[in-house]
């Protein structure tokens, strides 16, 4: 079975700095697709960015990027120059299948 | 694209009860997907429908589950004689067509219920 493990309950970072969400899976797929998904409070969860499995170069986006270590089943999000919209609640999650299995999560608060 | 929309926004219900909730997806979009998300918890999978058809389901959905998509468009879940424990956001998302894997789903606002 497919497991998604984010193991930062809740992370801080500082309005401009750069922070970096943990991220680790498991799966027996040889091929796969990753996502970083946000879900603010008492909002709909928008995709942030993806990473198709097979292709070397780490996705961006804008301000988001990733650092996909393919060996070691890691799939952190790096958010630069943080801003106040950022807070939010951020969610791992793995292609499987028809569904996404997605980690527990990892709260951002953004100080100003 | 208006999104996918969910209604209602909140339920609240007494134990024994049963509820509906409707999902529309985004137009064009012919896979949907229900998920059902706790409190601090990340969504968890309960059903997809490609079209009308519904391919597949998971054992969170037990029989007091019930989920439709009659005509390919809009989908309901229904869940009979509500128990305390099925207080939670029901989530729906959609994706378009496609060889599937690589198909980004789009959520809805969801719909939390909450059972007395």
């Known amino acids: 079975a497919q497991t998604v493990t984010q193991s930062q309950p809740e992370m801080s970072v500082q309005e401009a700095e750069t922070v970096t969400l943990s991220c680790t899976y498991d799966?027996?797929?040889?091929?796969?697709?990753l996502f970083w998904y946000k879900q603010p409070p008492s909002r709909q969860m928008i995709l942030v960015i993806r990473?198709?499995?097979?292709?070397?170069q780490n996705a961006t986006e804008n301000r988001f990027s990733v650092n996909f270590q393919k060996a070691a089943k890691s799939f952190s999000l790096k958010i630069s120059d943080s801003q106040l919209g950022d807070a939010a609640m951020y969610f791992c999650?793995?292609?499987?299948?028809?569904?996404?299995?997605f980690g527990a999560g990892t709260i951002l608060r953004v100080k100003s | 694209d208006t999104g996918v929309s969910q209604d209602p926004r909140h339920k609240i219900t007494k134990r024994g009860q049963n509820v509906t909730f409707r999902c529309d997806p985004i137009?064009?979009?012919?896979?949907l997907y229900w998920y059902r998300q706790t409190l601090g918890q990340g969504p968890e999978f309960l059903t997809y429908?490609?079209?009308?058809?519904?391919?597949?389901k998971s054992r969170l959905l037990s029989d007091r589950f019930s989920a439709e998509r009659p005509k390919g468009s809009f989908s309901t879940l229904e869940i009979q004689r509500t128990e305390q424990g099925d207080s939670a956001m029901y989530l729906c998302?959609?994706?378009?067509?496609?060889?599937?894997?690589?198909?980004?789903?789009?959520f809805g606002p969801g719909t939390r219920l909450l059972v007395l």
């Open positions: 999650a793995s292609r499987y299948g028809n569904k996404l299995v």
């Open positions: 799966t027996s797929e040889s091929d796969y697709y």
């Open positions: 990473q198709e499995a097979y292709k070397q």
């Open positions: 137009s064009e979009h012919n896979r």
């Open positions: 429908f490609q079209n009308e058809a519904q391919l597949e």
């Open positions: 998302a959609s994706s378009p067509p496609g060889s599937g894997v690589e198909e980004t789903q789009y």
